[in-house]
């Protein structure tokens, strides 16, 4: 795994984007539900990955009082500068965790998952916000050019992927949320006449919003222990029944 430093350049353009006024409204319409969804989250430690340098606002509406922030910008107001996929975090010590657009430009998606997975208590929640590669935002990227300016050359992992990857590492997916239907061109996407598309694209075309909230919780199965089964062979009949203590000394001779 390369150093924080090497990610410098990527870092400054992916907040570039985010400081524009359209990644601004991206980041608008993902505070209104993430501020829902944290609404409900309970315990002591709520953390955030971020590749964003700007502190979040969502936060402030969390019971979770303890907020902590890892993020790979040196100079920023985390408290931790740190990569996703390698956090110098205790495990299963955070009550939940917040991802957002992480996965979408971490270099390994999966071992962050993993991460998170180890630092987590059993219960305890993880909050995913990406790109939906199934979705005009998706069908940006294929233009060209677009794969090698950020944020379109990002991995934009489904959700259905994301699933199933969530399930193999043992947890189980609850709410998910679609926004973001509008075009993602600059000129279309900052107008305001889209509120009745965004409603009717929320009733009938969830699956190919721009971008979905995805919250999971980390399942830890209970094993009952099985009792062995021991079977007593019943002696012939009329056979003599030899004394336990006679046994023993048998076996010390």
Known sequence: ???????????????????????KMVLEHEREVLQRVVEGLFGYYLLELSWLCNMPSYSQVSPIRSFYRISPCIDAES??????????????????????????FAVDPRQVLREVERIL?????VVIVGFNPY??????????????????RGHFISAR?????????????????????????KKAFLRQRFPRLDSLSQRYLSRFSGVYVL???????????????WKLRSAPAGAPVQPVANMHKGVDE
């Open 135 to 152: 979705s005009l935002w998706g069908l940006r990227r294929s233009l060209p050019g677009a794969s090698r300016r950020l944020p379109w």
């Open 121 to 125: 208590i059993p219960e305890g929640r």
């Open 215 to 229: 919250v999971a919780v980390k399942r830890v199965s209970t094993l009952t222990p099985v009792g062995m089964r």
């Open 79 to 104: 408290q931790l500068a740190a990569l996703p996929e390698m956090l110098p975090v205790a495990g299963d010590s955070v009550d939940a965790v917040v991802l957002p657009h992480t996965l979408d």
């Open 1 to 23: 795994m390369k150093p924080v430093d090497d990610y410098a350049p990527q870092i400054a353009a992916l907040n570039q984007w985010f400081e524009s006024n359209m990644g």
């Open 161 to 185: 992927r994301l699933q199933d990857w969530l399930s193999l590492l043992g947890f189980d997916t609850g709410e998910e949320f679609s926004l973001l239907f509008r075009p993602p061109w």
